[in-house]
């Protein structure tokens, strides 16, 4: 017997989000046809209001309610020092550390070949215009792409964008994690932390 319209609309829907696949998709369905009808049209309204009330802010590319978002808005950050990253996630990772009060750019996603994402697939122009707009100035770019293959690729494409523009390029700290044993991380981590140490004493 086949299976109404409406349960094929929703697995094609389902499964067009990252991570899901047709077995995730059924299984979703079907939790949330026996959920009480509050929940499920809950769900749509929060669905709907994420969509309707959340921008991406034409300055760092976060998204937001507002456009600027609350981070340009604040006076009280450093505007002259951009952290680069990837995706609003990164963002609000780094916020919740309270470890930076400069400004953010995010590029929404990075450069992979192999998936035919290249730098005009993400918003590298955007944070060049910034860069060369000054206003307000800024002094230096923080490349805080994620420590893979296509991070590494994106932070020297930009790092070269950016080499003749009167402004410091630097990158994220790499290397051993609080906790790590030397026997136990990867030789990448290792190397990364050889070339990155700093002077202690």
């Known amino acids: 017997m086949p299976l109404p319209s409406a349960y094929d609309q929703l697995l094609k829907h389902l499964q067009a989000l990252?991570?899901?696949?047709?077995?995730?998709?059924?299984r979703i369905a079907f939790h949330l046809l026996k959920q009480p009808e509050e929940s499920v049209t809950g769900l749509a309204a929060?669905?709907?209001?994420?969509?309707?009330?959340?921008?991406?802010c034409s300055i760092t590319?976060?998204?937001?309610?507002?456009?600027p978002c609350a981070i340009v808005l604040d006076e009280r950050r450093d505007h002259g020092t951009v952290l680069v990253v990837e995706q609003p996630t990164d963002v609000i990772a780094m916020?919740?550390?309270?470890?930076?009060n400069g400004s953010y750019?995010?590029?929404?996603?990075?450069?992979?070949?192999?998936?035919?994402v290249?730098?005009?697939d993400l918003n590298v122009r955007g944070l060049l215009d910034?860069?060369?707009?000054?206003?307000?100035?800024?002094?230096?770019v923080i490349l805080g792409m994620n420590p893979t293959l296509e991070g590494d690729g994106t932070a020297l494409f930009l790092a070269r964008e950016l080499e003749d523009r009167a402004v410091r390029v630097t990158r994220l700290a790499r290397g051993l994690p609080t906790g790590a044993n030397l026997q136990t991380v990867s030789k990448a981590v290792l190397s990364d932390a050889v070339k990155g140490r700093v002077r202690e004493f």
């Open 130 to 140: 910034r860069v060369d707009r000054g206003d307000p100035p800024i002094a230096e």
């Open 105 to 116: 750019h995010v590029l929404m996603g990075r450069m992979a070949p192999l998936e035919a």
């Open 95 to 100: 916020e919740q550390t309270g470890a930076f």
């Open 46 to 56: 929060a669905l709907r209001a994420f969509r309707e009330n959340l921008k991406v």
């Open 118 to 120: 290249g730098p005009g």
């Open 18 to 26: 990252p991570g899901i696949g047709k077995r995730s998709a059924e």
């Open 61 to 67: 590319g976060h998204v937001s309610e507002s456009d």
